[in-house]
């Protein structure tokens, strides 16, 4: 058992952690009518990281390493990764489109056409996008364990190049025509499996980019928007700053290396490593759970809503969001209900 807990890649587990926290920290701030615009662009801009390094994990944890003899068949990895997300994704969904439902949002209809959508899109709560995404990526994974297979790193280089470029379309679009559309050249590079190779070139390759060049880059990052809201350019912020563009982008690997560098320089206790890896093993579930507690009973407390600082409410939010759904998805992981719930099962 010890020897199975040092060889895990803590950092991994850590950048896991984090893209959890950004997840709720996002979806925290409570609406309200003079809500502070610049905290809200920017808690949003900063935690929009998150889903990019949730797929950077992935792709670390599951593409191949160059070394590796040989790769998983396509139809035993399948097996094994999808049981791991179908039946959550499913038992999610389902019980969002019950809460739409019995809170009077949806109708008898729509709560059919919505439970007969299921294969086809995410319904219930929008957060459940993410699982389709993750799903479509588990389905490519064998064909790029082949191609990662016969590759060498400049390769790999080049068709992350290539997505790079299609995530300076929002920015490139400002000055020309630019074809997003499927007919376009370099259509087929664009998306979130971009993230997912970036992952694994990181993990193999990540000496390649020092700290420093991450750190310059993320002020540009940081600096770009600010620039951009202070001249009052008229620029679309959901397309230019989120998460398919090269900022956003430029922020996952900052907070890439910056974590693997102080897991590096860290000697983390047996303790803290448990702690660590428990939240990591957690965070699947915390993410399918975290909206419901935070919407239906943390936003409803009088004495929550109630505080005047809208950037300390929000922290408050935060907190007890990520205390609940933890403790929730710990319940669910030592029950036998664990792995279809929460994609994981506490051994006993």
Request: hydrophobic content about 55%; proline content about 4%; glycine content about 4%.
């Amino acid at each position: 058992m010890n020897k199975t807990v040092k060889q895990r890649d803590v950092s991994l587990d850590l950048i896991r952690i984090m893209a959890c926290i950004m997840v709720i920290m996002m979806h925290s701030p409570i609406p309200e009518a003079n809500a502070n615009a610049y905290f809200l662009s920017g808690l949003s801009y900063l935690t929009a990281p998150c889903i990019g390094l949730f797929f950077m994990v992935s792709g670390a944890l599951l593409l191949p390493s160059p070394n590796a003899s040989k790769t998983e068949a396509a139809l035993p990895f399948l097996q094994k990764r999808l049981k791991r997300v179908l039946m959550p994704t499913l038992v999610w969904t389902l019980f969002y489109i019950a809460v739409k439902f019995c809170d009077g949002d949806i109708t008898t209809e729509q709560m059919f056409k919505s439970i007969i959508s299921i294969p086809f899109s995410a319904q219930g709560h929008g957060i459940l996008w993410f699982m389709y995404t993750l799903i479509g990526l588990y389905l490519v994974t064998p064909i790029l364990c082949a191609w990662l297979k016969n590759v060498e790193e400049r390769e790999i280089r080049f068709y992350l190049l290539l997505w790079l470029i299609v995530m300076c379309y929002p920015v490139l679009s400002l000055v020309v025509n630019v074809n997003d559309t499927p007919t376009g050249i370099l259509y087929y590079f664009s998306g979130y499996i971009g993230y997912y190779v970036l992952g694994y070139w990181l993990k193999h390759y990540g000496e390649k980019i020092s700290i420093k060049i991450a750190t310059i880059l993320m002020g540009i990052s940081v600096a770009v928007p600010v620039y951009v809201k202070l001249m009052h350019y008229t620029v679309d912020f959901d397309v230019m700053f989120w998460y398919l563009s090269i900022f956003v982008a430029i922020q996952c690997v900052f907070w890439w290396k910056v974590i693997k560098f102080f897991s590096a320089t860290i000697l983390f206790s047996n303790r803290a490593t448990t702690v660590i890896t428990l939240f990591s093993n957690l965070s699947f579930g915390i993410y399918l759970s975290h909206i419901f507690f935070m919407r239906h009973l943390i936003w409803k407390v009088p004495i929550i809503v109630n505080i005047h600082s809208q950037i300390l409410k929000t922290f408050v939010v935060i907190i007890l969001t990520l205390i609940l759904s933890f403790a929730a998805t710990w319940a669910l992981s030592i029950t036998p209900l664990g792995n279809i719930t929460v994609g994981w099962r506490k051994k006993h």
